[in-house]
């Protein structure tokens, strides 16, 4: 099975920061790697997909690059809706796994 | 508007079993591979099945063998058989859908429902 690692696992922010979240496979994925955001309670909103495209009305403060085993996640100019937890997941092949999350906090 | 809605969710004993319903609106689900991921109290996401468009299935290898997921095409629906179930598998499942016709993943989920495996 394909092993997703995250860093960091929680990451103290402020309104404003820039944001950027890296996940690591641990064998090449190409560029089939997902993001997610999950509020407490929720479910996972699909943010990111194909490593870098933009899921339809996800704000463009939301990018994501990467491709092989190294991706990132950035958000540009946090606002406060966007403190949650959010997930990397590969979808190279079955049983996709995904990472351990990262939680941003105030 | 594509919907997810789970049910079937509740406290069983270890060793019991559990049927899980997912129903879809808004889109045909045989269109589709449906999924079912679960997160257990306070901790990341794992996927557990799925059911292909062409019938065929896949499971996570901790729920193979006691695990068997299905599809009700009449009713546009799938669901989780659960049996011989472990404190282990105590979470809240989600549906999921992989549209497969696009390069997304898991662009649709249900609210969840609770499973809790205790005596």
């Known amino acids: 099975d394909i092993q997703m690692t995250q860093s960091p696992s929680t990451l103290s922010t402020s309104v404003g920061d820039r944001v950027i979240i890296t996940c690591r496979a641990s064998?090449?994925?190409?560029?089939?790697l997902a993001w997610y955001q999950q509020k407490p309670g929720k479910a996972p909103n699909l943010l990111i997909y194909k490593a870098s495209s933009l899921e339809s009305g996800v704000p463009s403060r939301f990018s994501g690059s990467g491709s092989g085993t190294e991706f990132t996640l950035t958000i540009t100019s946090l606002q406060p809706d966007d403190f949650a937890t959010y997930y990397c997941?590969?979808?190279?092949?079955?049983?996709?796994?995904f990472g351990q999350g990262t939680k941003l906090e105030i | 508007e594509v919907q997810l809605v789970e049910s079937g969710g509740g406290l069983v004993q270890p060793g019991g079993s559990l049927r899980l319903s997912c129903a879809a609106s808004g889109f045909n689900i045989r269109t589709a591979y449906m999924s079912w991921v679960r997160q257990a109290p306070g901790k990341g996401l794992e996927w557990v099945s799925v059911?292909?468009?062409?019938?065929?299935?896949h499971y996570a290898e901790s729920v193979k063998g006691r695990f068997i997921i299905s599809r009700d095409n009449s009713k546009n629906m799938v669901s989780l058989q659960m049996n011989s179930l472990r404190v282990e598998d105590t979470a809240v499942y989600y549906c999921?859908?992989?549209?497969?016709?696009?390069?997304?993943?898991?662009?649709?989920w249900g609210q969840g429902t609770l499973v809790t495996v205790s005596s």
């Open positions: 064998q090449s994925i190409s560029t089939w």
């Open positions: 997941q590969h979808y190279h092949d079955y049983p996709y796994t």
């Open positions: 999921a859908r992989d549209p497969v016709a696009t390069a997304k993943i898991f662009d649709y």
């Open positions: 059911f292909y468009s062409d019938a065929s299935t």
